[in-house]
């Protein structure tokens, strides 16, 4: 069935570095993929999307881009913030089963 | 506009003690409905889906059931729960052919 795998975590960086979290997905035609990320304490928020092959998802200085070929959708971000410090979670939508499938997800800590 | 409302946020019951947990959907109709599961350090796991009233799909055989009694309301039970039903809850929701789930801010349920 239709799965994603992320990288393990945690992931500690000092503020300004570079973030990649890595993801990767097995899946039946072309399903919409999503990062979502969950603030301590809190539920999940859409943090970016891409619908098809080649899209590039962004918001917040958070980049994702659908790669078809490598079945990947890798989170990056220039220079973090402390404030970024959260689980990121990768996630497909089958939309032949209606439901959203999520990776482990990748805890991230940012130091100051 | 359209809002998710789950409770209770926080609930400590004693193993063998029932379970209901309560997610409403407001602003919309016939929505698709989702519970998940985060167990502590994990990732989020499907529980059950609903895309229609009386209707649940179960992903995972378990210890809890949940019902659909109203369009806009998904109830999470449980007759006797277990130490490892300890977890954080999520509901979630999307229209019907769209996919992007929006989140409820979840419920922490320790079994004890």
């Known amino acids: 069935g239709d799965s994603v795998t992320q990288m393990e975590g945690p992931v500690t960086l000092s503020e300004e570095a570079f973030l990649t979290i890595n993801c990767t997905y097995t899946?039946?035609?072309?399903?919409?993929l999503f990062w979502y990320v969950q603030y301590p304490g809190e539920g999940l928020q859409l943090l970016l999307k891409a619908t098809k092959a080649d899209d590039k998802g962004s918001n917040k200085g958070f980049e994702a881009t659908y790669r078809k070929e490598t079945t990947s959708f890798h989170l990056e971000k220039g220079s973090v913030q402390v404030s970024d410090s959260a689980v990121y979670f990768c996630?497909?939508?089958?939309?032949?089963?209606?439901?959203?499938?999520f990776g482990a997800g990748t805890r991230l800590a940012v130091h100051p | 506009s359209q809002t998710i409302h789950q409770w209770p946020a926080t609930l400590v019951q004693p193993v063998g003690s029932p379970l209901s947990l309560e997610c409403t959907v407001e602003g919309t109709s016939n929505p698709n409905l989702y519970w998940y599961r985060q167990a502590a350090g994990r990732g989020l796991q499907l529980l059950f889906y609903s895309v229609g009233i009386g209707q649940i799909s179960s992903e995972v055989p378990q210890n809890l059931s949940a019902s659909r009694p109203q369009d806009r309301q998904f109830i999470l039970s449980s007759k006797k729960l277990l130490l490892s039903d300890s977890g954080f809850y999520l509901c979630?929701?999307?229209?019907?052919?769209?996919?992007?789930?929006?989140f409820g801010a979840g419920s922490r349920l320790t079994v004890l």
């Open positions: 996630a497909l939508f089958s939309g032949g089963y209606n439901k959203l499938i």
């Open positions: 979630a929701w999307v229209n019907s052919g769209a996919n992007v789930l929006t």
């Open positions: 899946a039946t035609g072309y399903p919409s």
